[in-house]
Protein backbone atom coordinates (compact mmCIF):
# COMPACT_ATOMS: atom_id res chain seq x y z
CA UNK A 1 0.00 0.00 0.00
CA UNK A 2 1.00 3.40 -1.12
CA UNK A 3 1.82 5.72 1.57
CA UNK A 4 -0.29 9.45 0.55
CA UNK A 5 2.26 11.42 2.02
CA UNK A 6 1.02 15.11 0.57
CA UNK A 7 -2.02 14.05 1.90
CA UNK A 8 -0.61 13.30 5.37
CA UNK A 9 1.14 16.76 5.40
CA UNK A 10 -1.95 18.54 4.47
CA UNK A 11 -3.90 16.65 7.30
CA UNK A 12 -1.28 17.06 9.79
CA UNK A 13 -0.57 20.66 9.59
CA UNK A 14 -4.00 22.10 8.19
CA UNK A 15 -6.81 19.84 7.47
CA UNK A 16 -6.83 18.05 10.64
CA UNK A 17 -4.29 19.82 12.44
CA UNK A 18 -4.28 18.40 16.36
CA UNK A 19 -4.44 21.93 18.01
CA UNK A 20 -6.70 23.78 15.98
CA UNK A 21 -9.08 21.42 14.49
CA UNK A 22 -9.14 18.10 16.72
CA UNK A 23 -8.32 20.09 19.94
CA UNK A 24 -6.34 17.86 21.83
CA UNK A 25 -3.62 18.63 23.96
CA UNK A 26 -5.34 21.66 25.08
CA UNK A 27 -3.87 21.53 28.28
CA UNK A 28 -0.22 22.16 27.93
CA UNK A 29 -1.40 24.27 25.44
CA UNK A 30 -2.74 26.81 27.24
CA UNK A 31 -0.53 26.41 30.19
CA UNK A 32 2.99 26.90 28.34
CA UNK A 33 2.57 29.78 26.03
CA UNK A 34 3.00 32.43 27.52
CA UNK A 35 6.57 33.09 25.54
CA UNK A 36 7.91 31.48 22.39
CA UNK A 37 10.22 29.57 24.02
CA UNK A 38 8.27 27.78 26.46
CA UNK A 39 5.92 26.90 23.30
CA UNK A 40 9.08 25.93 21.34
CA UNK A 41 10.73 23.97 23.87
CA UNK A 42 7.27 21.92 25.02
CA UNK A 43 6.39 21.51 21.21
CA UNK A 44 9.38 20.02 20.17
CA UNK A 45 9.30 17.45 23.59
CA UNK A 46 5.73 16.45 22.43
CA UNK A 47 6.60 15.75 19.04
CA UNK A 48 10.19 13.92 19.98
CA UNK A 49 8.22 11.81 22.36
CA UNK A 50 5.04 11.75 19.26
CA UNK A 51 7.50 10.48 16.59
CA UNK A 52 8.92 7.83 18.99
CA UNK A 53 5.69 6.48 20.12
CA UNK A 54 4.75 6.28 16.37
CA UNK A 55 7.64 4.56 15.30
CA UNK A 56 7.73 2.02 18.22
CA UNK A 57 3.69 1.41 17.99
CA UNK A 58 3.41 0.67 14.46
CA UNK A 59 7.25 -1.51 14.69
CA UNK A 60 4.98 -3.76 17.22
CA UNK A 61 2.06 -3.40 15.90
CA UNK A 62 1.90 -7.40 14.74
CA UNK A 63 2.82 -8.14 17.93
CA UNK A 64 0.32 -6.57 20.84
CA UNK A 65 -2.75 -8.13 21.48
CA UNK A 66 -5.53 -5.89 20.97
CA UNK A 67 -7.22 -6.37 24.46
CA UNK A 68 -4.58 -4.95 26.49
CA UNK A 69 -3.22 -2.47 23.76
CA UNK A 70 -3.68 0.64 25.54
CA UNK A 71 -1.84 -0.35 28.38
CA UNK A 72 1.36 -1.27 25.81
CA UNK A 73 0.55 2.32 24.58
CA UNK A 74 0.67 4.01 27.38
CA UNK A 75 4.12 1.94 29.00
CA UNK A 76 5.61 3.17 25.34
CA UNK A 77 4.58 6.68 25.58
CA UNK A 78 5.77 7.00 29.16
CA UNK A 79 8.88 5.59 28.97
CA UNK A 80 9.65 7.79 26.14
CA UNK A 81 8.37 11.06 28.06
CA UNK A 82 11.05 9.86 31.10
CA UNK A 83 13.95 9.87 28.74
CA UNK A 84 12.60 13.06 27.45
CA UNK A 85 12.41 14.95 30.55
CA UNK A 86 15.60 13.46 32.05
CA UNK A 87 17.09 15.00 28.33
CA UNK A 88 15.88 18.31 29.38
CA UNK A 89 17.45 17.94 32.92
CA UNK A 90 20.64 16.88 31.86
CA UNK A 91 20.64 19.53 28.63
CA UNK A 92 18.33 22.52 29.71
CA UNK A 93 17.99 22.95 33.31
CA UNK A 94 16.61 26.05 33.59
CA UNK A 95 13.96 25.37 30.96
CA UNK A 96 12.80 21.91 32.70
CA UNK A 97 12.47 24.40 36.00
CA UNK A 98 9.96 26.42 34.03
CA UNK A 99 8.13 23.92 32.04
CA UNK A 100 7.93 21.83 35.32
CA UNK A 101 5.05 19.46 35.29
CA UNK A 102 4.11 20.23 31.92
CA UNK A 103 6.83 17.64 30.61
CA UNK A 104 5.86 14.34 32.50
CA UNK A 105 2.13 15.85 31.50
CA UNK A 106 2.99 14.95 27.85
CA UNK A 107 1.85 11.39 28.89
CA UNK A 108 -1.66 12.57 29.23
CA UNK A 109 -1.54 14.67 25.81
CA UNK A 110 -4.46 12.87 24.18
CA UNK A 111 -2.46 13.73 20.73
CA UNK A 112 -0.01 11.26 21.28
CA UNK A 113 -2.36 8.73 22.01
CA UNK A 114 -4.51 9.21 19.36
CA UNK A 115 -2.25 9.03 16.70
CA UNK A 116 -0.72 5.76 18.27
CA UNK A 117 -4.12 4.58 18.19
CA UNK A 118 -5.75 5.87 15.22
CA UNK A 119 -2.04 5.37 12.61
CA UNK A 120 0.27 3.82 13.74
CA UNK A 121 -1.13 1.13 14.94
CA UNK A 122 -2.75 0.37 11.10
CA UNK A 123 0.42 1.57 9.18
CA UNK A 124 3.85 0.55 7.96
CA UNK A 125 7.20 2.24 10.25
CA UNK A 126 8.41 5.24 7.82
CA UNK A 127 4.44 6.15 6.80
CA UNK A 128 3.89 6.30 11.15
CA UNK A 129 7.50 8.09 11.50
CA UNK A 130 6.28 10.91 9.38
CA UNK A 131 2.46 10.67 10.85
CA UNK A 132 4.42 11.48 13.90
CA UNK A 133 6.70 14.15 12.66
CA UNK A 134 4.18 16.22 10.74
CA UNK A 135 0.79 16.11 13.94
CA UNK A 136 4.33 17.04 15.83
CA UNK A 137 5.16 20.25 14.28
CA UNK A 138 1.45 21.23 13.21
CA UNK A 139 1.05 20.94 17.27
CA UNK A 140 4.33 22.98 17.76
CA UNK A 141 3.39 25.15 14.77
CA UNK A 142 0.10 26.69 16.64
CA UNK A 143 2.24 26.65 20.07
CA UNK A 144 4.17 28.86 18.67
CA UNK A 145 2.06 30.90 17.03
CA UNK A 146 0.30 31.59 20.34
CA UNK A 147 3.29 32.20 22.28
CA UNK A 148 4.53 34.85 19.60
CA UNK A 149 1.07 36.40 20.25
CA UNK A 150 1.01 36.04 23.96
CA UNK A 151 4.13 37.18 24.16
CA UNK A 152 4.13 40.19 22.23
CA UNK A 153 0.69 41.42 23.71
CA UNK A 154 1.92 40.88 26.80
CA UNK A 155 5.46 41.60 27.43
CA UNK A 156 5.71 43.34 23.88
CA UNK A 157 8.87 41.50 22.84
CA UNK A 158 9.43 38.45 20.97
CA UNK A 159 12.02 35.48 21.45
CA UNK A 160 13.10 36.33 24.66
CA UNK A 161 14.88 33.70 26.90
CA UNK A 162 15.82 32.20 23.95
CA UNK A 163 19.65 31.18 25.13
CA UNK A 164 17.66 28.87 27.79
CA UNK A 165 16.88 26.39 24.45
CA UNK A 166 19.98 27.44 21.99
CA UNK A 167 22.19 28.03 24.37
CA UNK A 168 24.12 31.95 25.07
CA UNK A 169 24.66 32.79 21.34
CA UNK A 170 20.65 33.11 21.16
CA UNK A 171 20.72 35.73 23.82
CA UNK A 172 20.52 38.57 21.15
CA UNK A 173 17.72 37.43 19.22
CA UNK A 174 15.52 39.24 21.82
CA UNK A 175 13.02 41.83 19.58
CA UNK A 176 11.77 44.62 21.74
CA UNK A 177 8.65 45.54 19.80
CA UNK A 178 7.68 48.36 22.32
CA UNK A 179 9.83 50.30 24.32
CA UNK A 180 8.59 51.37 27.94
CA UNK A 181 5.84 48.89 27.63
CA UNK A 182 3.40 48.81 30.59
CA UNK A 183 2.70 45.25 29.84
CA UNK A 184 -0.89 43.62 29.19
CA UNK A 185 -1.01 41.09 31.95
CA UNK A 186 -4.25 39.63 30.68
CA UNK A 187 -2.47 38.15 27.70
CA UNK A 188 -0.02 36.36 29.99
CA UNK A 189 -2.73 34.99 32.44
CA UNK A 190 -4.77 31.89 31.64
CA UNK A 191 -7.79 33.90 29.71
CA UNK A 192 -5.53 35.42 27.49
CA UNK A 193 -4.48 31.48 26.10
CA UNK A 194 -8.29 30.75 25.77
CA UNK A 195 -9.25 33.77 23.92
CA UNK A 196 -6.01 33.60 21.81
CA UNK A 197 -6.73 30.19 21.26
CA UNK A 198 -10.29 31.24 19.70
CA UNK A 199 -9.22 33.78 17.61
CA UNK A 200 -6.55 31.17 15.69
CA UNK A 201 -9.75 28.96 15.48
CA UNK A 202 -11.42 31.33 14.06
CA UNK A 203 -8.72 32.79 11.86
CA UNK A 204 -8.34 29.07 10.57
CA UNK A 205 -12.07 28.64 10.11
CA UNK A 206 -12.70 31.93 8.23
CA UNK A 207 -9.66 30.90 5.46
CA UNK A 208 -11.30 27.93 5.13
CA UNK A 209 -14.42 28.95 4.15
CA UNK A 210 -13.13 31.78 1.81
CA UNK A 211 -10.98 29.52 0.31
CA UNK A 212 -13.81 27.08 -0.15
CA UNK A 213 -15.83 29.70 -1.51
CA UNK A 214 -13.10 30.93 -4.10
CA UNK A 215 -12.48 27.68 -5.15
CA UNK A 216 -16.47 27.13 -5.70
CA UNK A 217 -16.69 30.20 -7.90
CA UNK A 218 -13.38 28.75 -9.81
CA UNK A 219 -14.95 25.76 -10.62
CA UNK A 220 -18.64 27.82 -11.74
CA UNK A 221 -16.82 29.76 -13.59
CA UNK A 222 -15.63 27.18 -16.94
CA UNK A 223 -19.12 26.07 -17.03
CA UNK A 224 -20.26 29.87 -17.86
CA UNK A 225 -17.21 29.95 -20.38
CA UNK A 226 -18.06 27.06 -22.33
CA UNK A 227 -21.30 27.66 -23.17
CA UNK A 228 -21.21 31.00 -24.12
CA UNK A 229 -18.92 29.94 -27.86
CA UNK A 230 -21.95 27.59 -28.37
CA UNK A 231 -24.20 30.20 -27.53
CA UNK A 232 -22.42 32.72 -30.17
CA UNK A 233 -23.00 29.94 -32.60
CA UNK A 234 -25.09 31.02 -34.92
CA UNK B 1 -37.36 42.93 26.60
CA UNK B 2 -39.40 45.55 23.55
CA UNK B 3 -38.51 43.01 21.02
CA UNK B 4 -40.79 40.32 22.38
CA UNK B 5 -44.26 40.22 20.32
CA UNK B 6 -46.74 41.18 23.33
CA UNK B 7 -50.04 39.35 22.90
CA UNK B 8 -53.39 41.30 23.50
CA UNK B 9 -54.54 44.14 24.91
CA UNK B 10 -52.26 46.00 22.26
CA UNK B 11 -53.04 49.53 23.62
CA UNK B 12 -49.57 50.79 24.80
CA UNK B 13 -46.96 51.33 21.81
CA UNK B 14 -44.32 48.82 22.35
CA UNK B 15 -41.20 50.43 23.58
CA UNK B 16 -38.47 50.54 21.21
CA UNK B 17 -34.38 49.42 22.54
CA UNK B 18 -33.27 52.86 21.25
CA UNK B 19 -35.85 54.71 23.57
CA UNK B 20 -35.15 52.13 26.41
CA UNK B 21 -31.29 52.93 26.24
CA UNK B 22 -31.91 56.39 25.68
CA UNK B 23 -33.84 56.60 29.36
CA UNK B 24 -31.19 54.94 30.94
CA UNK B 25 -28.92 57.24 29.46
CA UNK B 26 -30.90 59.91 30.65
CA UNK B 27 -30.42 58.15 34.17
CA UNK B 28 -26.82 58.23 34.49
CA UNK B 29 -26.63 62.29 34.44
CA UNK B 30 -26.97 63.10 38.21
CA UNK B 31 -24.23 60.19 38.79
CA UNK B 32 -22.17 62.05 35.97
CA UNK B 33 -22.75 65.41 37.37
CA UNK B 34 -21.92 64.16 40.56
CA UNK B 35 -18.94 62.65 39.76
CA UNK B 36 -17.47 65.34 37.92
CA UNK B 37 -18.77 67.72 40.84
CA UNK B 38 -16.69 65.66 43.79
CA UNK B 39 -14.00 63.87 41.59
CA UNK B 40 -12.86 66.46 38.68
CA UNK B 41 -13.19 66.45 35.05
CA UNK B 42 -11.22 62.97 34.62
CA UNK B 43 -14.82 61.34 34.43
CA UNK B 44 -16.33 63.40 31.95
CA UNK B 45 -13.40 63.12 29.43
CA UNK B 46 -13.35 59.32 30.48
CA UNK B 47 -17.23 59.08 29.52
CA UNK B 48 -16.74 61.33 25.71
CA UNK B 49 -13.57 59.40 25.07
CA UNK B 50 -15.21 55.82 25.62
CA UNK B 51 -18.75 56.88 23.93
CA UNK B 52 -16.32 57.98 21.00
CA UNK B 53 -14.21 55.10 20.70
CA UNK B 54 -17.43 52.97 21.08
CA UNK B 55 -19.29 54.26 18.33
CA UNK B 56 -16.30 53.84 15.97
CA UNK B 57 -15.71 50.25 16.85
CA UNK B 58 -19.61 49.54 16.87
CA UNK B 59 -19.58 50.98 13.10
CA UNK B 60 -16.48 48.76 12.12
CA UNK B 61 -18.44 45.58 13.38
CA UNK B 62 -21.52 46.67 11.75
CA UNK B 63 -19.46 46.95 8.66
CA UNK B 64 -17.60 43.91 9.11
CA UNK B 65 -20.52 42.17 9.63
CA UNK B 66 -22.28 43.64 6.85
CA UNK B 67 -25.03 44.46 9.47
CA UNK B 68 -27.08 47.96 8.40
CA UNK B 69 -25.20 50.30 9.60
CA UNK B 70 -27.38 53.24 11.27
CA UNK B 71 -30.43 51.19 12.25
CA UNK B 72 -27.93 49.65 14.90
CA UNK B 73 -25.97 52.76 15.50
CA UNK B 74 -29.34 54.54 16.53
CA UNK B 75 -29.96 51.68 19.03
CA UNK B 76 -27.71 53.97 21.44
CA UNK B 77 -26.84 50.56 23.13
CA UNK B 78 -22.65 50.79 22.46
CA UNK B 79 -23.23 54.53 24.03
CA UNK B 80 -24.71 53.38 27.15
CA UNK B 81 -21.78 50.63 26.65
CA UNK B 82 -19.28 53.74 26.80
CA UNK B 83 -20.85 55.93 29.33
CA UNK B 84 -21.50 52.78 31.91
CA UNK B 85 -17.35 52.41 31.62
CA UNK B 86 -16.83 55.68 31.52
CA UNK B 87 -18.56 55.84 34.64
CA UNK B 88 -17.05 52.86 36.76
CA UNK B 89 -13.25 53.68 35.72
CA UNK B 90 -11.23 55.47 37.70
CA UNK B 91 -11.14 59.37 37.01
CA UNK B 92 -7.33 59.51 36.00
CA UNK B 93 -7.72 55.90 33.91
CA UNK B 94 -5.00 56.80 30.73
CA UNK B 95 -6.70 56.77 27.54
CA UNK B 96 -5.18 53.32 26.06
CA UNK B 97 -6.71 52.13 29.62
CA UNK B 98 -10.69 53.28 28.49
CA UNK B 99 -9.73 52.23 24.91
CA UNK B 100 -8.60 49.08 25.63
CA UNK B 101 -11.75 48.45 28.05
CA UNK B 102 -14.53 50.31 24.91
CA UNK B 103 -12.73 48.25 22.46
CA UNK B 104 -12.98 44.44 24.12
CA UNK B 105 -16.38 45.13 25.41
CA UNK B 106 -17.95 46.29 21.75
CA UNK B 107 -15.96 43.53 20.16
CA UNK B 108 -15.46 40.45 21.98
CA UNK B 109 -17.78 40.90 24.27
CA UNK B 110 -20.68 41.88 22.15
CA UNK B 111 -20.01 41.56 18.72
CA UNK B 112 -18.09 38.42 18.48
CA UNK B 113 -20.90 36.73 20.04
CA UNK B 114 -23.22 38.07 17.83
CA UNK B 115 -24.37 41.61 18.93
CA UNK B 116 -27.10 43.14 20.93
CA UNK B 117 -29.18 40.33 22.42
CA UNK B 118 -26.84 37.71 22.10
CA UNK B 119 -24.19 38.25 24.46
CA UNK B 120 -24.03 36.11 27.56
CA UNK B 121 -21.91 38.58 29.74
CA UNK B 122 -22.66 42.13 30.19
CA UNK B 123 -19.91 43.78 27.94
CA UNK B 124 -19.43 46.99 29.80
CA UNK B 125 -18.59 44.29 32.56
CA UNK B 126 -16.06 42.19 30.57
CA UNK B 127 -14.44 45.52 29.42
CA UNK B 128 -13.78 46.53 32.75
CA UNK B 129 -13.07 43.13 34.26
CA UNK B 130 -10.09 42.79 31.89
CA UNK B 131 -8.67 46.58 32.38
CA UNK B 132 -8.60 45.40 35.70
CA UNK B 133 -6.84 42.28 35.95
CA UNK B 134 -4.74 43.81 33.34
CA UNK B 135 -3.21 47.00 34.51
CA UNK B 136 -3.71 46.79 38.43
CA UNK B 137 -1.82 50.02 38.87
CA UNK B 138 -3.82 52.43 36.43
CA UNK B 139 -7.13 50.95 37.70
CA UNK B 140 -6.05 51.13 41.74
CA UNK B 141 -5.05 55.01 40.87
CA UNK B 142 -8.30 56.62 42.26
CA UNK B 143 -8.88 60.21 43.02
CA UNK B 144 -9.67 61.83 45.85
CA UNK B 145 -12.58 64.38 46.38
CA UNK B 146 -12.17 68.07 46.21
CA UNK B 147 -12.56 68.75 49.78
CA UNK B 148 -9.27 67.01 50.52
CA UNK B 149 -7.23 69.97 49.65
CA UNK B 150 -8.98 71.60 52.07
CA UNK B 151 -10.78 74.40 49.59
CA UNK B 152 -13.92 73.60 48.74
CA UNK B 153 -13.43 74.29 45.01
CA UNK B 154 -10.03 73.07 44.56
CA UNK B 155 -10.62 70.56 41.74
CA UNK B 156 -7.53 69.48 39.50
CA UNK B 157 -8.08 71.58 36.18
CA UNK B 158 -9.32 70.45 33.01
CA UNK B 159 -6.37 70.94 31.53
CA UNK B 160 -3.90 69.17 33.99
CA UNK B 161 -6.78 66.65 33.84
CA UNK B 162 -6.46 66.29 30.02
CA UNK B 163 -2.83 65.88 30.04
CA UNK B 164 -2.55 62.97 32.76
CA UNK B 165 -5.45 60.70 30.87
CA UNK B 166 -3.20 61.88 27.51
CA UNK B 167 0.20 62.19 28.01
CA UNK B 168 0.28 59.95 30.87
CA UNK B 169 1.13 60.10 34.72
CA UNK B 170 4.41 60.62 35.18
CA UNK B 171 5.01 63.27 32.58
CA UNK B 172 2.39 65.30 33.72
CA UNK B 173 3.73 64.79 37.72
CA UNK B 174 7.19 66.06 36.33
CA UNK B 175 6.01 69.35 35.40
CA UNK B 176 3.70 70.18 38.23
CA UNK B 177 4.74 68.17 41.76
CA UNK B 178 1.61 69.55 43.59
CA UNK B 179 -0.65 67.27 41.32
CA UNK B 180 0.17 63.83 43.34
CA UNK B 181 -1.92 65.18 46.29
CA UNK B 182 -5.18 64.88 44.14
CA UNK B 183 -4.62 61.10 44.02
CA UNK B 184 -5.71 58.78 46.49
CA UNK B 185 -7.36 55.26 47.53
CA UNK B 186 -10.86 54.23 47.60
CA UNK B 187 -12.97 53.50 51.16
CA UNK B 188 -13.14 49.71 50.32
CA UNK B 189 -9.52 49.93 50.15
CA UNK B 190 -8.69 51.37 52.82
CA UNK B 191 -10.76 49.58 54.88
CA UNK B 192 -9.54 46.30 53.13
CA UNK B 193 -5.74 47.08 53.87
CA UNK B 194 -5.79 48.42 57.29
CA UNK B 195 -3.06 46.29 58.99
CA UNK B 196 -5.35 44.99 61.53
CA UNK B 197 -6.89 47.96 62.85
CA UNK B 198 -10.15 48.06 64.50
CA UNK B 199 -12.98 50.06 62.49
CA UNK B 200 -12.71 52.60 64.72
CA UNK B 201 -9.23 53.38 64.20
CA UNK B 202 -9.63 53.13 60.44
CA UNK B 203 -12.34 55.57 60.29
CA UNK B 204 -10.07 58.36 62.69
CA UNK B 205 -6.67 57.62 60.81
CA UNK B 206 -8.04 57.82 57.62
CA UNK B 207 -8.16 60.91 55.36
CA UNK B 208 -10.22 59.67 53.11
CA UNK B 209 -12.91 57.98 55.04
CA UNK B 210 -12.82 61.83 56.39
CA UNK B 211 -14.48 62.31 53.28
CA UNK B 212 -16.84 59.86 52.68
CA UNK B 213 -19.29 61.72 52.08
CA UNK B 214 -18.90 62.36 48.19
CA UNK B 215 -19.17 58.63 47.84
CA UNK B 216 -22.45 59.07 49.59
CA UNK B 217 -23.21 61.40 46.84
CA UNK B 218 -22.57 59.82 44.01
CA UNK B 219 -24.31 56.70 45.37
CA UNK B 220 -27.29 58.85 46.03
CA UNK B 221 -27.10 60.43 42.29
CA UNK B 222 -26.77 57.11 41.32
CA UNK B 223 -29.94 56.13 43.57
CA UNK B 224 -32.25 58.74 42.12
CA UNK B 225 -31.51 58.12 38.72
CA UNK B 226 -32.68 53.89 39.71
CA UNK B 227 -35.63 54.75 41.22
CA UNK B 228 -36.66 56.94 37.95
CA UNK B 229 -35.53 54.24 35.88
CA UNK B 230 -37.98 52.02 37.78
CA UNK B 231 -40.55 54.79 38.09
CA UNK B 232 -40.72 54.86 34.27
CA UNK B 233 -40.72 50.67 34.19
CA UNK B 234 -37.85 50.39 32.11
CA UNK B 235 -37.27 47.65 34.61
CA UNK B 236 -38.68 45.72 37.60
CA UNK B 237 -37.91 46.44 41.29
CA UNK B 238 -36.88 42.87 41.57
CA UNK B 239 -33.22 43.01 40.79
CA UNK B 240 -31.94 46.23 42.04
CA UNK B 241 -33.96 45.87 45.60
CA UNK B 242 -32.65 42.44 46.45
CA UNK B 243 -29.34 43.02 45.88
CA UNK B 244 -29.31 45.79 48.05
CA UNK B 245 -31.65 44.06 50.70
CA UNK B 246 -28.92 41.05 50.30
CA UNK B 247 -26.25 42.99 51.08
CA UNK B 248 -27.44 44.99 53.67
CA UNK B 249 -28.63 41.92 55.07
CA UNK B 250 -25.27 39.82 54.90
CA UNK B 251 -23.33 42.92 56.11
CA UNK B 252 -26.01 44.02 59.08
CA UNK B 253 -25.31 39.98 60.19
CA UNK B 254 -21.49 40.06 60.23
CA UNK B 255 -20.74 43.51 61.34
CA UNK B 256 -23.66 42.51 64.34
CA UNK B 257 -21.32 39.47 65.39
CA UNK B 258 -17.93 41.51 64.86
CA UNK B 259 -18.05 44.94 64.25
CA UNK B 260 -14.40 45.80 64.79
CA UNK B 261 -13.37 44.02 61.62
CA UNK B 262 -15.82 43.96 59.22
CA UNK B 263 -17.48 46.84 57.95
CA UNK B 264 -21.15 48.63 58.67
CA UNK B 265 -23.60 47.74 55.74
CA UNK B 266 -24.07 51.76 55.21
CA UNK B 267 -20.00 51.38 54.01
CA UNK B 268 -21.37 49.06 51.45
CA UNK B 269 -24.59 49.99 50.42
CA UNK B 270 -22.90 53.76 49.48
CA UNK B 271 -19.10 52.87 48.27
CA UNK B 272 -17.96 51.23 45.48
CA UNK B 273 -19.86 50.01 42.52
CA UNK B 274 -22.95 48.81 44.56
CA UNK B 275 -25.52 51.28 44.12
CA UNK B 276 -24.35 51.69 39.89
CA UNK B 277 -24.34 48.05 39.79
CA UNK B 278 -27.69 47.25 40.93
CA UNK B 279 -29.45 50.07 39.05
CA UNK B 280 -27.40 50.10 36.14
CA UNK B 281 -25.51 46.55 35.37
CA UNK B 282 -28.15 44.07 37.39
CA UNK B 283 -30.97 45.20 35.02
CA UNK B 284 -29.47 44.75 31.82
CA UNK B 285 -32.48 43.06 30.28
CA UNK B 286 -30.02 40.98 27.74
CA UNK B 287 -26.95 38.87 30.37
CA UNK B 288 -29.30 38.80 33.65
CA UNK B 289 -31.81 36.15 34.69
CA UNK B 290 -35.76 36.68 32.93
CA UNK B 291 -38.40 35.85 35.11
CA UNK B 292 -39.23 38.14 37.77
CA UNK B 293 -38.12 35.18 40.45
CA UNK B 294 -35.12 34.84 38.62
CA UNK B 295 -33.90 38.07 38.73
CA UNK B 296 -34.39 37.77 42.55
CA UNK B 297 -31.91 34.86 42.74
CA UNK B 298 -29.53 36.44 40.47
CA UNK B 299 -29.38 39.49 42.32
CA UNK B 300 -29.08 38.17 45.58
CA UNK B 301 -26.46 35.81 43.96
CA UNK B 302 -24.29 38.69 43.02
CA UNK B 303 -24.58 40.58 46.35
CA UNK B 304 -23.60 37.34 48.28
CA UNK B 305 -20.36 37.45 45.60
CA UNK B 306 -19.98 41.00 46.01
CA UNK B 307 -20.00 40.73 50.00
CA UNK B 308 -17.37 37.56 49.98
CA UNK B 309 -14.81 39.00 47.38
CA UNK B 310 -15.12 42.71 49.19
CA UNK B 311 -14.72 41.14 52.87
CA UNK B 312 -11.91 37.88 51.99
CA UNK B 313 -11.05 38.43 48.25
CA UNK B 314 -7.87 40.09 47.23
CA UNK B 315 -9.94 42.95 45.03
CA UNK B 316 -11.47 45.74 46.95
CA UNK B 317 -15.09 46.14 45.11
CA UNK B 318 -16.09 42.85 43.08
CA UNK B 319 -19.16 43.98 41.26
CA UNK B 320 -17.75 43.26 37.49
CA UNK B 321 -16.81 39.64 38.92
CA UNK B 322 -20.14 39.19 40.66
CA UNK B 323 -21.87 39.96 37.58
CA UNK B 324 -19.51 37.79 35.01
CA UNK B 325 -20.11 34.74 37.91
CA UNK B 326 -24.23 34.95 37.41
CA UNK B 327 -24.47 36.45 33.83
CA UNK B 328 -22.78 32.50 33.23
CA UNK B 329 -25.58 30.69 35.95
CA UNK B 330 -28.54 33.11 34.44
CA UNK B 331 -29.60 30.57 31.53
CA UNK B 332 -29.58 27.89 34.71
CA UNK B 333 -31.46 30.02 36.95
CA UNK B 334 -34.23 30.63 33.84
CA UNK B 335 -34.67 27.26 33.45
CA UNK B 336 -35.67 26.14 37.02
CA UNK B 337 -37.81 29.66 37.62
CA UNK B 338 -40.03 29.75 34.09
CA UNK B 339 -43.18 31.00 35.18
CA UNK B 340 -46.94 28.75 34.54
CA UNK B 341 -47.73 30.19 31.42
CA UNK B 342 -51.69 30.66 31.18
CA UNK B 343 -53.71 27.29 30.14
CA UNK B 344 -50.83 25.05 31.22
CA UNK B 345 -51.56 23.14 34.90
CA UNK B 346 -48.09 23.51 36.08
CA UNK B 347 -45.00 25.42 35.60
CA UNK B 348 -42.51 23.69 33.05
CA UNK B 349 -39.66 24.33 34.91
CA UNK B 350 -36.38 22.43 34.88
CA UNK B 351 -35.30 19.35 32.89
CA UNK B 352 -38.27 17.21 32.79
CA UNK B 353 -38.20 13.39 31.41
CA UNK B 354 -40.92 13.83 29.15
CA UNK B 355 -39.03 16.09 27.20
CA UNK B 356 -40.05 19.80 26.81
CA UNK B 357 -43.06 20.62 24.74
Not at chain 1, 32 to 48: E, K
Not at chain 1, 49 to 77: C, T
Not at chain 1, 122 to 137: E, H, Q, R
Request: with cysteine; aromatic share 12%.
Amino acid sequence: MATNYRELTINGLWKNNPALVQLLGLCPLLAVTASVVNALSLGIASMLVLIGSNFAVSLFRNFIPSAVRLPIYVMIIAALVTSIELAMQALTYELYLILGIFIPLIVTNCIIMGRAEAYAAKNTVTASLYDGFIMGLGFTIVLVLLGAIREILGAGTLFADMQLLFGPAAESWKIVLFVDYVGFLFAILPPGAFVGLGLLIAVKNWLDQSIDRRNRAKNNQPKTLQIQPLKSQP
Amino acid sequence: MALINISSPHVQRPTRTADIMRLVIIATIPGLIAMTFFFGWGTLINVLLASLIALTCEAACLKARKRPLMFFLKDNSALLTAILLGLSLPPFAPWWVTGCAVFVAIVIAKHLYGGLGQNPFNPAMVGYALVLISFPIEMTRWTSPFELSGNSWDLLSFVDTFKIIFAGWSETLASNSYIDGYSGATPLDILKHRNGLTNEEVWQSSSVLANVGAWYAVSLAYFVGGIFLIYRKIFTWHAPITLLFTLTLISAIFFAIDPDTYADPLIHLTTGATMLGAFFIVTDPVSSATSNKGKIIFAAGIAILIYIVRTWGSYPDAMAFAVMLMNLSAPFIDQYTQPRSYGHARANKGLSSKGRS
